[in-house]
């Protein structure tokens, strides 16, 4: 059975993203649609931790392939279609923990080898791995710096105080596991130097290459890959995406006809007009416990 991804539409409504970055639950499942979520257990910290000194270097990921000669071709790298930002958030240095620097270097990793520089994959896309790092993590960011990240300190992209919903503005902190932190992931509409940013959470590792999404969103409607998408029925793909994104049915109840968006895996296209919109979105704060953003959908877990 496969998984359908969601196209966004320009203008579609967006509040779902916000309720996605809230109460999810990654489950561990291999998806027939390109991505696996795995957490780093423990019993597998030694093999983790070879790789995690394998990558310990002050130059990135990719350079360091191919300063070593392990195969890269560096010749198709050089001609690759575009490069493609990968960016992972960081709230804490709590949060740092071995666990997920080890899930860092394994999802660092697992970008490289569906990317070009690894030929057998057969990926067009380069790839520029980056972590927002909110200030309270900064201690703890050369971590990410030595696995090949571009750090990036970014503050919550809001105010708590500034919230116009005395309600929400009193619960927000609350929520999921690092409360209004949460929407630094916000920061990857603003990487403009990027044609595509993929933000994915610490615990996911990449199998194969998301060329199929990259097309059609660089290429539009010409792109022959949108013909290999499954989406959401009855919602043919529209000429422009801005965003790709996966239904969350492990947090909806049974039959419910809106499930909410998987926030540990977003696909888009930069665009600071969409963060900003966002962020207005967050401050207005008009989200109604048990029925959703403007009181449109419920029923999620979380």
């Known amino acids: ?65 191919q300063a070593t000669g392990d195969g890269t071709n560096q010749k198709e790298v050089s001609k690759a279609k575009a490069t493609i930002a990968y960016a ?21 990793h697992s970008v490289r ?15 520029h791995l980056i972590a927002f790092v909110h200030p309270q993590a900064k201690a703890c960011s050369h971590l990410f ?37 949460e929407f630094i992931k916000l920061y990857s509409y603003t990487l403009t130097d ?23 969103m660089i290429d539009g409607p010409s792109a022959p890959a949108r013909k290999r998408i499954p989406v959401m029925p009855g919602s043919p793909m529209p000429d422009a995406v801005h965003a790709f994104f996966t239904r969350d049915y492990n947090m909806v109840n049974l039959g419910h006809k809106h499930p909410g968006m998987q926030g540990g895996f977003l696909v888009v296209k930069p665009n600071t007009e969409y963060f900003e919109e966002y962020r207005e979105l967050i401050l207005e704060g008009n989200f109604k416990a048990g029925a959703g953003w403007n009181g449109t959908y419920g029923g999620y877990f979380g």
């Open 88 to 108: 992972v958030s960081v709230t804490g240095c709590a949060a740092a923990s071995d666990n997920l620097v080890q899930g860092a270097a394994v999802l660092g």
């Open 145 to 181: 710096e030595k696995l090949g990240y571009e750090v990036l300190i970014r503050e919550t992209p809001i105010n708590v105080s500034d919230i116009r919903n005395e309600v929400y503005r009193a619960d927000i902190a609350k929520q999921s596991c690092c409360g209004e932190k």
């Open 1 to 65: 059975m496969k998984r359908e991804v969601t196209p966004r539409r320009t203008g579609a409504a967006r509040p779902s993203l916000i309720r996605g970055l809230f109460g999810v639950v990654l489950v561990a499942s291999v998806m027939n649609f390109l991505f696996v979520f795995l957490k780093c257990e423990d019993e597998v910290g030694g093999q983790l931790k070879k790789k995690l000194e394998q990558f310990s270097t002050k130059k990135s990921v990719h350079v360091a392939h």
């Open 194 to 216: 990027y044609p595509v940013v993929v933000h994915l959470d610490l615990d996911s590792v990449v199998l194969k290459p998301f060329d199929d999404l990259f097309d059609s």
């Open 113 to 127: 080898l569906s990317s070009i520089e690894n030929p057998s994959s057969g990926s067009k896309y380069n790839y």
